[in-house]
């Protein structure tokens, strides 16, 4: 009888580690459509980069619309205050920062973007993420 009792605890221990309480931040559900003088833009990259944390990106598709992506499969993005970053995706990422907390900065590349500098990585667009569903639209001017 006492293996019976060491295997059951052995597997409520296994399932108690498992499913540890998870470390991500509340998420709130972002999408949106951006357009250029009225047109929508597609294959554009959108980031919401938090006071602190991982960014949050999406890129939009041929109607101009957009849903941000927290991580792999999980959508959404860090609620608070986000700076707001639109390129045409000749932009990369960079997440090598010293201290560590997902700050990333944007490197263009050299070739001429259709969306104006301004937009870019020195971008003051900024978005306020709220719990729930989130609809945030740009209304880009050249």
């Known amino acids: 009888m006492s293996a019976k009792y060491a295997f059951v605890a052995i597997c409520s221990l ?7 309480v998870s470390d991500a931040p509340d998420l709130g ?16 990259q959108v980031t919401f980069q938090p006071v602190q944390g991982r960014p949050a990106f999406g890129v939009t598709n041929a109607s101009g619309k957009y849903e941000l992506t927290y ?5 959404g993005c860090k ?26 900065a944007m490197q263009s590349s050299s070739e ?15 978005a306020e993420v709220h719990p729930g569903e989130n609809v945030i639209d740009f209304r880009l001017t050249k």
């Open 14 to 20: 296994c399932l108690v580690g498992c499913s540890g």
């Open 29 to 44: 559900l972002v999408t949106g459509t951006v357009t250029m003088e009225g047109e929508p833009l597609s294959g554009v």
């Open 71 to 75: 991580i792999r499969d999980t959508r």
């Open 79 to 104: 609620i608070g205050p986000c700076k707001v970053i639109i390129g045409s995706g000749e932009e990369r990422l960079d997440n090598t920062s010293e201290e560590g907390d997902g700050a990333a």
């Open 112 to 126: 001429e973007s259709q969306i104006p500098a301004r937009y870019g990585p020195e971008s003051e667009l900024t």
